[in-house]
């Protein structure tokens, strides 16, 4: 059974800093992306950062690109999502999500088969 848990959510204030990480388990990660989504409350789910397994290329949403830091570690099954600067829009249910990927480019964000539970980040003004 394939597991994303994640964790490190929680209530910081606007300027603030969080770190959110993912642990996967279940199967071996070779070759797959792994991938940062959040939705806000009336707001459909949108993406937030990928990186690649093989290289570790990073991918980012216009709107957190400089603020936030995708990375991972292959040997531990981790993939991490650091954010600095954090605004209040920033307030969603961050989830984390895999999909095999061994192409270059941004893994397609409609393939991510595998998806955690979610944990939540709310940013106070």
């Known amino acids: 059974q394939v597991q994303l848990v994640e964790s490190g959510g929680g209530l910081v204030q606007a300027g603030g800093s969080l770190r959110l990480s993912c642990a996967a388990s279940?199967?071996?990660?070779?070759?797959?992306?792994m991938g940062w989504f959040r939705q806000a409350p009336g707001k459909e789910r949108e993406f937030v950062a990928a990186?690649?397994?093989?290289?570790?290329?990073?991918y980012y949403a216009d709107s957190v690109k400089g603020r936030f830091t995708i990375s991972r570690d292959n040997a531990k099954n981790t993939a991490d999502l650091q954010m600095n600067s954090l605004k209040p829009e920033d307030t969603a249910i961050y989830y984390c999500?895999?999909?095999?990927?061994?192409?270059?480019?941004?893994?397609?964000?409609?393939?991510?088969?595998?998806w955690g539970q979610g944990t939540q980040v709310t940013v106070s003004s």
């Open positions: 990186v690649t397994w093989r290289n570790k290329s990073t």
């Open positions: 999500a895999a999909q095999f990927w061994v192409d270059a480019g941004n893994p397609p964000r409609s393939r991510y088969n595998y």
């Open positions: 279940g199967r071996t990660f070779s070759n797959y992306a």
